[in-house]
């Protein structure tokens, strides 16, 4: 069984910019979870899709956003991006989001914020 | 209250000896324990999970003791190799709520 995987591996933005991360979860997994990972401030939970619903929200601006489409792919927006954006994005797939969701992680996108 | 604290951040160790890392909680809602393994260019992979049913729970080389009364919780890796060289998160969820992790520990084994 296939992983999971996210594109693409790697990016660079500018300040001011908007960018779009994709996540294709683990097949027949439904939950899909997104986490923000820095140095600083380590894992940081962005929220979670179920059935195309969002279920679950971080503590992020509303600059992060996302989405889940029918297949359980998703996608992350981040919008009018900031030097402070520059992380790694993890997306973790799982069958129904139980036990706090994160089964099985991706290799992530790492964002460069210039 | 949502914070899961880790301890240390970094530790050394020679082949065969056995790290220990630390976390502690606050929130008694907690009720699922898991600890990720995360190698350099790689996301986390989980390593091993704990309810706090149990004390102790071990899988293969990797044990957690769990501590309800002091809500505490430990991964101990027995018979350490380099390979086990890596970054250690500890995490904790309760229903309907999302994983908190804590800061990471970056494990090196020394041959």
């Known amino acids: 069984k296939a992983g999971v995987t996210q594109t693409p591996r790697y990016l660079i933005k500018t300040r001011g910019q908007q960018v779009t991360l994709s996540c294709s979860p683990i097949?027949?997994?439904?939950?899909v979870s997104w986490y923000q990972q820095t140095p600083g401030q380590g894992l940081q939970f962005l929220f979670e899709y179920f059935s195309e619903t969002q279920r679950n929200k971080g503590n992020f601006p509303g600059r992060f956003s996302g989405r889940q489409f029918s297949n359980s792919r998703s996608e992350m927006n981040v919008s009018t991006l900031e030097l402070g954006d520059s992380a790694l994005y993890l997306c973790?797939?799982?069958?129904?989001?139980?036990?706090?969701?994160?089964?099985?992680f991706g290799p992530g996108t790492r964002l460069t914020v210039l | 209250q949502q914070q899961v604290k880790q301890s240390p951040q970094s530790l050394i160790v020679q082949k065969g000896g056995i790290p220990i890392i630390n976390c502690a909680y606050e929130?008694?809602?907690?009720?699922?324990f898991p600890w990720y393994q995360q190698f350099p260019g790689k996301g986390p992979a989980l390593l091993i999970a704990?309810?706090?049913?149990?004390s102790e729970k071990k899988e293969g080389r990797f044990t957690i003791s769990f501590n309800k009364s002091a809500k505490q919780f430990s991964l101990h890796i027995m018979d350490s190799q380099p390979g086990d060289s890596a970054t250690y998160f500890c995490a904790a969820a309760g229903r309907a709520q999302k994983l908190v992790f804590g800061q990471g520990t970056r494990l090196t084994i020394n041959p």
């Open positions: 973790a797939s799982s069958l129904d989001g139980t036990s706090g969701g994160a089964g099985f």
């Open positions: 704990i309810r706090p049913d149990v």
């Open positions: 097949s027949g997994h439904r939950s």
């Open positions: 929130n008694t809602a907690f009720d699922y």
